[in-house]
């Protein structure tokens, strides 16, 4: 059950995902199709409402319907007039693990992921030698 | 002479980097960005906006909207938009996290584990608004990244710290235009809790969560971390366009399929 929740969900990330892909950056502006009349809910059902995301095609927003803790409907609200060609031109780039034994001086690393760090534990954080050009 | 050519966003009139440091939200959040950003004033506008987020979703600000929201002194509708944004996201998180990530963590609505990632990953919005195809920011160990290195056209290279060497990093992960987030106990002790037992999770050492949104790489690897070595291997490796790699309490490691290995 939680694997078809999570295809579905994730089917909409995606979709906002891609249309978020920012290497081809346009400035103008494009059209935005008219919001949508909602069907109204049925007794059980509650609608959850994504905030509107700004992509770089005019900006998306979805709403999920849950019932009995399942999605049972996912609406695109808001949606660029024009994106079918668009979506086609983002090339997702798998992460790539390197495994080497590493130290962060040999590494060529740009920054550091882990555990968050309070304000105190960044002064001694490897991000913080960087940051500084250490 | 450079007043030749016009000035836009494709043309930086301003070149070479900036690094800057900005403590905000309990944590630092470091920004690598080009130095058109500092220039154009949208670096600053990024530092403004996360400043702004801490003082209306600090749970420790007895005057913040979710501090006046979880004491019932105020309902949504006399928050910021923002606030009922949140709202929404955790709520949608929590039905996809078959639980495990929620809002209220210890009983008290407290939106902190979504909204430091959601901030930071709307830096680089901001960022990438005006203009910049290149930069990254990390809020206190959690990564956004967009666009690829500058120059180069490789992809941005983020440390993956080691949970048992302070100071070492346990292997680099390769991404562009990717966000790299990890949970774990390295530098706060035990502090995610399984919201089923109410007791902290410590079933892995760490797990680095790795995909295009910050907001929801990071609240993945919460609910990853809250369920456990088992079920987040088997929930993580569910999660289209999002890649998982856990480090476990003795040092043993797993990674979801999609991540490729350097040979």
């Keep these: ?59 998306v927003q979805v709403r ?31 992460p790539r693990l390197v495994g080497e034994t590493l130290t962060a001086q040999s590494a ?27 | 002479m450079l007043s030749d050519f016009p000035v836009s966003a494709a043309f930086p009139a301003v070149t070479g980097r900036v690094r800057h440091a900005e403590p905000v939200m309990g944590t630092v959040v470091s920004f690598d960005v080009p ?25 420790y600000r007895p005057d913040s909207d979710v501090a006046l929201l979880a004491a019932a002194e105020i309902t949504v509708d006399g928050c910021a938009d923002e606030v009922a944004e949140v709202i929404t996201a955790c709520a949608a998180l929590r039905v996809f996290s078959g639980g495990y990530f929620t809002a209220a963590p210890s009983g008290v609505f407290d939106p902190s584990g979504y909204v430091k990632g959601w901030a930071v ?59 790299v987030a990890t949970s774990g106990t390295a530098e ?24 295009r949104s910050l907001a929801l790489a990071d609240a993945f690897a919460t609910a990853a971390f809250a369920m456990g070595p088992s079920l987040a291997r088997e929930w993580t490796e569910s999660l289209d366009g999002y890649e998982a790699y856990a480090i476990m309490p003795d040092g043993e490691t797993w990674q979801t399929g999609g991540f490729t290995t350097a040979e």
Aim: aromatic share 4%; proline share 5%; hydrophobic share 40%.
């Design chain 1, 108 to 134: 060529r690393i740009d920054s550091v992921s882990g555990a968050t760090y309070t304000s105190g534990g960044y002064i001694q954080s490897l991000q913080s030698a960087l940051d500084s050009g250490a």
């Design chain 1, 1 to 59: 059950m939680r694997r078809v929740l999570a295809a579905v969900v994730v089917t909409v990330a995606g979709l906002v995902a891609l249309l978020s892909f920012r290497t081809h950056v346009t400035s103008s502006e494009r059209a935005v199709a008219s919001p949508r009349q909602l069907p109204p809910l049925s007794p059980g059902e509650h609608a959850v409402t994504g905030h509107t995301v700004t992509t770089v095609y005019g900006p």
């Design chain 2, 121 to 179: 990953e709307r830096c680089a919005e901001i960022l990438s608004r005006a203009g910049s195809v290149s930069h990254l920011v990390n809020g206190g160990g959690d990564v956004q990244c967009a666009g690829r290195r500058p120059g180069s056209g490789e992809p941005w290279r983020v440390g993956i710290a080691d949970p048992a060497r302070r100071g070492s990093l346990a292997l680099v992960v390769e991404a562009a235009d990717s966000a």
């Design chain 2, 188 to 211: 706060r002790g035990a502090h995610i809790v399984d919201p089923f037992t109410g007791r902290p999770a410590s079933g892995l050492a760490s797990i680095t969560v790795v995909g």
């Design chain 2, 35 to 59: 130095a058109q950003a500092r220039a154009d004033g949208s670096l600053n506008d990024a530092i403004r906006w996360l400043h702004w987020v801490d003082r209306v979703f600090s749970p």
């Design chain 1, 64 to 94: 999920l319907v849950e019932r009995a803790r399942m999605i049972v409907a996912v609406t695109i609200l808001q949606h660029p007039a024009e994106t079918a060609m668009d979506i086609q031109i983002g090339q997702y780039a798998f």
